[in-house]
């Protein structure tokens, strides 16, 4: 079935399920709604959660609690932090792990909270940020 018809077909089941979507059949939108469409219902209510990881390392346990509660996302801590090179084999782990794409998440407020150090670029803290305004930068 060429592409464009396999968007539509989603579409309209999508749509005749009383999810309302109004966008073009081949966007972000009408993909991601198709995609969830055919989840079931443990799926669907894994999505809406957010779970942390243990670990700098993949792990098959990881990926098995990932298999089978198909959570939305995943937030990492300092506990996941060991090289830039284990984060990156961690979170493309957890991707492959999931069923669907995960939103990855940390909180890296700047400041006194900084989860992650390495493989990123420091921000100033927001209050450095005010206080650049505040001078007139």
């Known amino acids: 079935m060429p592409r464009r018809w ?4 989603c579409l309209a089941v999508v749509t005749s399920g009383g999810i309302p979507v109004h966008a073009a059949a081949d966007s972000p939108t009408a993909r991601a709604a198709c995609a969830f469409a055919r989840l079931d219902l443990p799926a669907k209510v894994g999505q809406v959660f957010m779970v942390s990881i243990d670990g700098t390392q ?8 990932l298999r089978a509660w198909q959570p939305g996302g995943a937030i990492l801590f300092a506990r996941n932090v060991g090289t830039a090179s284990d984060l990156r084999g961690l ?10 794409p995960l939103l990855v998440a940390t909180d890296q407020e700047g400041g006194p909270v900084v989860r992650i150090r390495v493989g ?6 927001q209050a450095d940020y005010g206080l650049a305004a505040s001078a007139g930068r």
Do not use: E, I, K, Y
């Open 58 to 65: 993949p792990s098959r346990a990881t990926s098995a609690f």
């Open 91 to 100: 979170v493309a782990s957890a991707q492959v792990g999931a069923r669907l």
């Open 6 to 9: 396999l968007g539509l077909v």
């Open 120 to 125: 990123l670029t420091p921000l100033a803290a």
